[in-house]
Protein backbone atom coordinates (compact mmCIF):
# COMPACT_ATOMS: atom_id res chain seq x y z
CA UNK A 1 0.00 0.00 0.00
CA UNK A 2 3.19 1.87 0.26
CA UNK A 3 2.48 3.34 -3.31
CA UNK A 4 -0.83 5.15 -3.26
CA UNK A 5 0.79 7.91 -1.34
CA UNK A 6 3.39 10.31 -1.78
CA UNK A 7 5.20 12.11 1.36
CA UNK A 8 7.16 15.22 1.67
CA UNK A 9 9.32 16.83 4.18
CA UNK A 10 9.42 20.45 4.89
CA UNK A 11 10.40 22.38 8.21
CA UNK A 12 7.99 24.32 10.05
CA UNK A 13 9.24 27.51 12.22
CA UNK A 14 7.60 28.62 15.26
CA UNK A 15 6.56 32.00 16.58
CA UNK A 16 9.86 31.38 19.07
CA UNK A 17 12.20 30.57 16.09
CA UNK A 18 11.91 26.33 17.06
CA UNK A 19 12.41 24.81 13.21
CA UNK A 20 10.07 21.78 13.21
CA UNK A 21 10.78 18.50 11.49
CA UNK A 22 7.37 18.16 9.04
CA UNK A 23 6.16 15.53 6.60
CA UNK A 24 2.95 16.28 4.26
CA UNK A 25 1.10 13.25 3.32
CA UNK A 26 -0.42 13.62 0.13
CA UNK A 27 -3.04 10.80 -1.93
CA UNK A 28 -1.41 9.56 -5.46
CA UNK A 29 -4.66 10.08 -7.17
CA UNK A 30 -7.43 13.24 -6.73
CA UNK A 31 -7.57 14.96 -3.58
CA UNK A 32 -11.11 14.01 -1.99
CA UNK A 33 -11.52 17.35 0.34
CA UNK A 34 -10.02 20.39 0.86
CA UNK A 35 -10.06 19.44 4.79
CA UNK A 36 -6.31 18.57 6.15
CA UNK A 37 -5.84 16.46 9.02
CA UNK A 38 -3.02 17.62 11.39
CA UNK A 39 -1.82 14.74 13.44
CA UNK A 40 -0.05 15.49 16.76
CA UNK A 41 2.45 12.50 18.47
CA UNK A 42 2.38 10.81 21.82
CA UNK A 43 4.55 12.43 24.78
CA UNK A 44 8.10 13.32 23.41
CA UNK A 45 9.70 13.24 26.71
CA UNK A 46 8.62 9.20 26.79
CA UNK A 47 10.16 8.98 23.43
CA UNK A 48 7.50 10.03 20.99
CA UNK A 49 7.94 11.05 17.35
CA UNK A 50 6.07 11.44 14.55
CA UNK A 51 6.87 8.30 13.37
CA UNK A 52 4.18 6.84 15.58
CA UNK A 53 1.70 8.48 13.34
CA UNK A 54 2.76 7.61 9.49
CA UNK A 55 0.75 4.45 9.61
CA UNK A 56 -2.82 6.87 10.35
CA UNK A 57 -1.13 10.02 8.34
CA UNK A 58 -0.77 7.50 5.15
CA UNK A 59 -3.60 5.58 5.37
CA UNK A 60 -5.56 8.86 5.70
CA UNK A 61 -3.50 9.78 2.65
CA UNK A 62 -4.59 6.55 1.04
CA UNK A 63 -8.79 7.48 0.80
CA UNK A 64 -7.76 10.76 -0.41
CA UNK A 65 -6.97 12.78 2.20
CA UNK A 66 -4.04 15.04 2.79
CA UNK A 67 -2.29 14.70 6.21
CA UNK A 68 0.34 16.35 8.13
CA UNK A 69 2.80 14.77 10.87
CA UNK A 70 5.38 16.76 12.52
CA UNK A 71 8.25 16.56 15.52
CA UNK A 72 7.36 18.84 18.06
CA UNK A 73 10.06 20.46 19.97
CA UNK A 74 12.79 18.32 21.20
CA UNK A 75 11.55 15.50 19.06
CA UNK A 76 13.30 13.60 15.90
CA UNK A 77 15.14 16.32 13.95
CA UNK A 78 13.21 19.08 15.60
CA UNK A 79 15.35 21.65 17.31
CA UNK A 80 14.36 23.05 20.77
CA UNK A 81 13.70 20.98 23.99
CA UNK A 82 10.60 19.35 24.93
CA UNK A 83 8.28 20.64 28.42
CA UNK A 84 7.22 18.83 30.81
CA UNK A 85 3.72 20.01 30.83
CA UNK A 86 3.48 20.44 27.06
CA UNK A 87 2.66 24.24 27.34
CA UNK A 88 5.21 25.43 24.95
CA UNK A 89 4.18 22.49 22.43
CA UNK A 90 1.12 24.12 21.74
CA UNK A 91 2.54 26.85 19.59
CA UNK A 92 3.75 23.34 17.27
CA UNK A 93 0.53 22.84 16.83
CA UNK A 94 -0.32 26.56 15.94
CA UNK A 95 2.52 27.19 13.93
CA UNK A 96 2.26 23.86 11.91
CA UNK A 97 -2.01 24.42 11.20
CA UNK A 98 -0.64 27.96 10.21
CA UNK A 99 1.88 26.94 7.64
CA UNK A 100 -0.80 24.36 6.08
CA UNK A 101 -3.42 26.79 5.84
CA UNK A 102 -1.10 29.04 4.00
CA UNK A 103 0.95 26.20 1.77
CA UNK A 104 -1.74 23.66 1.28
CA UNK A 105 -4.93 26.15 0.68
CA UNK A 106 -7.45 24.97 2.72
CA UNK A 107 -9.23 26.85 5.56
CA UNK A 108 -10.49 23.69 7.37
CA UNK A 109 -8.54 21.92 9.38
CA UNK A 110 -9.42 18.22 11.76
CA UNK A 111 -6.78 18.60 14.58
CA UNK A 112 -5.63 14.84 16.06
CA UNK A 113 -3.66 14.02 18.83
CA UNK A 114 -2.89 10.95 20.45
CA UNK A 115 -1.89 10.61 23.76
CA UNK A 116 0.02 13.46 25.77
CA UNK A 117 -0.43 15.14 21.66
CA UNK A 118 -4.49 15.39 22.60
CA UNK A 119 -3.81 17.79 25.55
CA UNK A 120 -1.62 19.45 23.38
CA UNK A 121 -3.33 19.81 20.50
CA UNK A 122 -6.98 20.07 22.71
CA UNK A 123 -5.01 23.41 23.81
CA UNK A 124 -4.39 24.99 20.57
CA UNK A 125 -8.35 24.06 18.62
CA UNK A 126 -9.63 27.26 19.89
CA UNK A 127 -6.29 29.13 18.78
CA UNK A 128 -6.66 28.21 15.38
CA UNK A 129 -9.32 29.67 13.46
CA UNK A 130 -8.92 27.02 10.95
CA UNK A 131 -9.72 23.98 12.82
CA UNK A 132 -13.05 22.50 12.26
CA UNK A 133 -12.62 19.77 14.63
CA UNK A 134 -11.00 17.87 17.04
CA UNK A 135 -9.80 14.12 17.46
CA UNK A 136 -8.34 12.42 20.78
CA UNK A 137 -6.84 9.25 20.35
CA UNK A 138 -6.44 8.08 23.99
CA UNK A 139 -6.97 11.46 26.23
CA UNK A 140 -4.68 11.06 29.14
CA UNK A 141 -7.36 12.08 31.84
CA UNK A 142 -6.36 9.82 34.55
CA UNK A 143 -5.29 11.21 37.69
CA UNK A 144 -1.54 10.74 37.76
CA UNK A 145 -1.64 12.20 34.46
CA UNK A 146 -3.26 15.30 35.37
CA UNK A 147 -0.59 16.57 37.23
CA UNK A 148 1.56 17.03 33.88
CA UNK A 149 -1.66 18.02 31.54
CA UNK A 150 -4.61 18.85 34.18
CA UNK A 151 -4.27 22.31 32.71
CA UNK A 152 -4.67 21.73 29.38
CA UNK A 153 -7.94 19.95 30.14
CA UNK A 154 -10.16 22.86 29.90
CA UNK A 155 -9.47 24.61 26.99
CA UNK A 156 -10.65 21.66 24.52
CA UNK A 157 -13.76 20.72 27.11
CA UNK A 158 -14.64 24.27 26.83
CA UNK A 159 -14.68 24.73 22.79
CA UNK A 160 -17.70 24.64 21.22
CA UNK A 161 -15.63 23.17 18.07
CA UNK A 162 -16.98 19.25 17.50
CA UNK A 163 -14.98 17.00 19.13
CA UNK A 164 -14.43 12.78 18.96
CA UNK A 165 -12.66 11.11 21.90
CA UNK A 166 -11.70 7.63 21.48
CA UNK A 167 -10.14 5.32 24.16
CA UNK A 168 -9.40 1.29 25.04
CA UNK A 169 -11.69 0.96 28.14
CA UNK A 170 -8.56 -1.05 29.45
CA UNK A 171 -6.42 2.48 29.40
CA UNK A 172 -3.94 2.55 32.25
CA UNK A 173 -3.85 6.41 32.37
CA UNK A 174 -7.52 6.72 32.65
CA UNK A 175 -10.36 4.77 33.81
CA UNK A 176 -13.97 4.38 31.67
CA UNK A 177 -15.18 6.34 34.80
CA UNK A 178 -12.81 8.94 34.64
CA UNK A 179 -13.09 9.08 31.03
CA UNK A 180 -17.29 9.59 31.14
CA UNK A 181 -17.22 12.11 34.21
CA UNK A 182 -14.57 14.52 32.33
CA UNK A 183 -16.84 14.70 29.19
CA UNK A 184 -20.02 15.64 30.99
CA UNK A 185 -19.15 18.70 31.40
CA UNK A 186 -18.09 19.28 27.68
CA UNK A 187 -19.03 22.07 25.54
CA UNK A 188 -20.58 21.59 21.78
CA UNK A 189 -20.80 17.74 19.98
CA UNK A 190 -18.81 15.53 21.87
CA UNK A 191 -18.89 11.80 20.62
CA UNK A 192 -17.13 9.21 22.48
CA UNK A 193 -15.89 5.38 20.89
CA UNK A 194 -14.50 2.80 23.31
CA UNK A 195 -12.56 0.11 22.03
CA UNK A 196 -13.68 -2.43 24.38
CA UNK A 197 -10.43 -4.33 26.50
CA UNK A 198 -7.64 -2.24 24.65
CA UNK A 199 -4.81 -0.70 26.41
CA UNK A 200 -3.36 2.63 26.07
CA UNK A 201 -0.35 1.82 24.53
CA UNK A 202 -1.86 -1.12 22.25
CA UNK A 203 -3.99 1.91 20.41
CA UNK A 204 -1.23 3.88 19.73
CA UNK A 205 0.44 0.44 17.97
CA UNK A 206 0.33 -0.33 14.33
CA UNK A 207 -2.30 -2.88 15.15
CA UNK A 208 -5.28 -0.01 15.14
CA UNK A 209 -3.85 2.31 12.80
CA UNK A 210 -6.65 1.01 10.53
CA UNK A 211 -9.53 1.28 12.47
CA UNK A 212 -8.13 4.74 13.84
CA UNK A 213 -8.61 6.00 10.12
CA UNK A 214 -12.22 4.50 10.02
CA UNK A 215 -13.15 6.65 12.93
CA UNK A 216 -11.36 10.00 11.77
CA UNK A 217 -13.33 9.36 8.16
CA UNK A 218 -16.62 8.75 9.50
CA UNK A 219 -15.99 12.18 12.33
CA UNK A 220 -14.96 13.85 9.28
CA UNK A 221 -18.21 13.12 7.01
CA UNK A 222 -20.32 14.14 10.44
CA UNK A 223 -18.27 17.84 10.29
Same mark, same amino acid.
Given at each position: ??????????????????????????????????????????????????????? *??? %?????????? /????? %???? !??????? /? %?????? @????????? &????? /??? *??? #?????????????? @????? #? #???? !???????? &????????????????????????? &? +? @?????????????????? +????????????????????????? @???????? !??
Amino acid at each position: MAGSCQVESCKVETSDGIKLHTRVFKPSDEVKDSLVVVLVHPYSVLGGCQGLLKG *IAS %GLAERGYRAV /TFDMR %GAGK !SSGRASL /T %GFSEIR @DVVAVCKWV &TENLS /TDR *ILL #VGSSAGAPISGSAV @DLVEQ #V #VGYV !SLGYPFGL &TASILFGRHHKAILQSPKPKLFVMG &T +R @DGFTSVKQFENKLKSASG +RVKTHLIEGVSHFQMEGPNYDAQMV @DLILEFIG !SL
